[in-house]
T-cell receptor, first 114, second 110 residues
């Protein structure tokens, strides 16, 4: 049973560029959440997708957008990259019917903005 | 805004010692999770607690959810070098909106 997978593993971009990160949820999961984790800090919630709709959103600007596909996989897009966007981007999957918040995380994508 | 404060932020102990990590909030959560994260990897779920006052054990790790569901603790008995990592608590409100704590970085020295 494959867990949560993310691609790419590492990415280097320059300021002003755009980036797309990808996530495939754990088998049987239909909800995908994205987090940004700066070095030495806890993950910060970006948004959550369920049934191809954004269901929850954290305190992130509109430069951060996402999408969920019919197979439950998801993309995170960040436009007009800033140096401060450098972080580990984590994807987590869960089942949409559970309110218990139990999520399973992927290994993350390390984004470096130069 | 729901905030979760963890203490201590850093902990360096000798192998075999006991330790407790605390996770506190002024908000009530429907459930609380504990994760361990190693450098360059995603957090790995250790436990979910749901009921106020609930205690769960995972080998040498004991997790407790406060009676009012606002706080939690993680106690490790006889710490091992393999316990080294970043410990994160995370509280869940409605529709699985999850707030992570500030993290506790644990180093267990052989």
């Amino acid at each position: 049973d494959a867990g949560v997978t993310q691609s790419p593993t590492h990415l280097i971009k320059t300021r002003g560029q755009q980036v797309t990160l990808r996530c495939s949820p754990k088998s049987g999961h239909d909800t995908v959440s994205w987090y940004q984790q700066a070095l030495g800090q806890g993950p910060q919630f970006i948004f959550q997708y369920y049934e191809e709709e954004e269901r929850q959103r954290g305190n992130f600007p509109d430069r951060f957008s996402g999408h969920q596909f019919p197979n439950y996989s998801s993309e995170l897009n960040v436009n007009a990259l800033l140096l401060g966007d450098s972080a580990l981007y984590l994807c987590a999957s869960s089942t949409g019917t559970s309110d218990r918040g139990t999520q399973y995380f992927g290994p993350g994508t390390r984004l470096t903005v130069l | 805004t729901q905030l979760l404060e963890q203490s201590p932020q850093f902990l360096s102990i000798q192998e075999g010692e006991n330790l407790t990590v605390y996770c506190n909030s002024s908000s009530v959560f429907s459930s609380l999770q504990w994760y361990r994260q190693e450098p360059g990897e995603g957090p790995v779920l250790l436990v979910t607690v749901v009921t106020g006052g609930e205690v769960k054990k995972l080998k040498r790790l004991t997790f407790q959810f406060g009676d009012a569901r606002k706080d939690s603790s993680l106690h490790i008995t006889a710490a091992q070098p393999g316990d080294t990592g970043l410990y994160l608590c995370a509280g869940s409100g409605g529709y699985q909106k999850v707030t992570f704590g500030t993290g506790t970085k644990l180093q267990v020295i052989p």
